[in-house]
C-alpha cells in the first residue's frame, strides 16, 4: 500500500505533482532533466515536481500489465516484473508527500508491434491506466502517451507498428485526462553517439529533448485543463 497523503485541491500549493515516466528503449534515451523537468519546474516551481522515470529497453506491455492475455492462446503470458519496480521507485518518491496531481508518461509499444500484439493493445493500455490509477488511490490520474514514430509505416519489420500507432491515438482521445504526442520529427538527425539517422527506430540526441518538452507542455496542458 502506498504511503503519501492525496489532494482534494489542484492548486500548486496544495500538494506537489507526480510524473511517472515509463516504457522501453526510447523512454530509456529521454533525460528528464534536459527539457522535461525544467519545463515543469518553471511552471509548478522547483519543489513542486516529483519526476520517476523507470524504463527498459525492448520489453513487451505485458512486463507492466498484470492482467495481460493474449488475443487467442495461452502464451505468452503476463511478467510485470517491471511494473513492480516502477511502482517501488514511486512509493519511495512519494513517501510521507502531499500529491496534488498525477500524471503517468508512456513511451512504449515497438515490442509489441515486432511480435504482432496490437489487437490486445488497446485493452492493454487502458488496464494499465487502471492499474496504476488503483494501485496510488488516486481516481484522477492524467495519462500522456507517446505515439510510435513512423520508423516503420510499411510495417515490414514490425508487422504492427501502424496498427498500434492508431490504437495509441484512439487510447489518448478517449478520455478527457488522456493526450498524446507525435514524434515522428524527432527520429532525424544525430544520435547520441554521433551518427546519422534517418526514421531511426530511436530518437535523435535533439529529439530526446524536444520530446521531453512535448511531454511537459501536454502535462502541464492536461493539468490545468482538468482541474
Not at 140 to 164: A, C, Q
Request: proline fraction near 4%; charge should be neutral; charged fraction near 30%.
Amino acid at each position: 500500500m502506498t504511503s503519501f497523503i492525496m489532494s482534494s485541491c489542484n492548486s500548486e500549493q496544495e500538494g506537489k505533482h507526480l510524473f511517472i515516466l515509463s516504457g522501453q528503449s526510447n523512454m530509456i534515451g529521454l533525460k528528464p532533466e534536459e527539457s522535461f523537468t525544467p519545463t515543469l519546474k518553471g511552471e509548478f516551481g522547483e519543489e513542486n515536481v516529483i519526476v520517476v522515470k523507470d524504463a527498459s529497453g525492448a520489453k513487451p506491455i505485458r512486463r507492466w500489465y498484470k492482467d495481460w492475455k493474449p488475443l487467442r492462446e495461452d502464451h505468452p503470458k503476463a511478467q510485470p516484473d517491471l511494473y513492480d519496480t516502477l511502482m517501488t521507485k514511486v512509493n519511495t518518491a512519494i513517501q510521507n508527500e502531499k500529491i496534488a496531481t498525477v500524471t503517468f508518461i508512456w513511451m512504449q509499444g515497438e515490442r509489441d508491434a515486432r511480435e504482432k500484439l496490437g489487437e490486445v493493445y488497446e485493452r492493454s493500455l487502458i488496464g494499465l491506466y487502471k492499474q496504476i490509477s488503483k494501485d496510488l488511490e488516486f481516481k484522477d490520474v492524467n495519462f500522456l502517451i507517446g505515439r510510435l514514430s513512423d520508423f516503420d509505416m510499411l510495417n515490414e519489420k514490425y508487422p504492427h507498428w501502424t496498427l498500434i500507432r492508431d490504437v495509441q491515438v484512439k487510447v489518448a482521445k478517449s478520455n478527457p485526462r488522456f493526450d498524446w504526442i507525435n514524434t515522428d520529427d524527432l527520429n532525424d538527425g544525430v544520435n547520441r553517439k554521433g551518427d546519422e539517422i534517418k526514421n531511426d527506430l530511436h530518437m535523435s540526441a535533439e529529439g530526446y529533448i524536444v520530446m521531453g518538452k512535448r511531454f511537459a507542455d501536454k502535462s502541464i496542458e492536461l493539468i490545468k485543463n482538468n482541474k
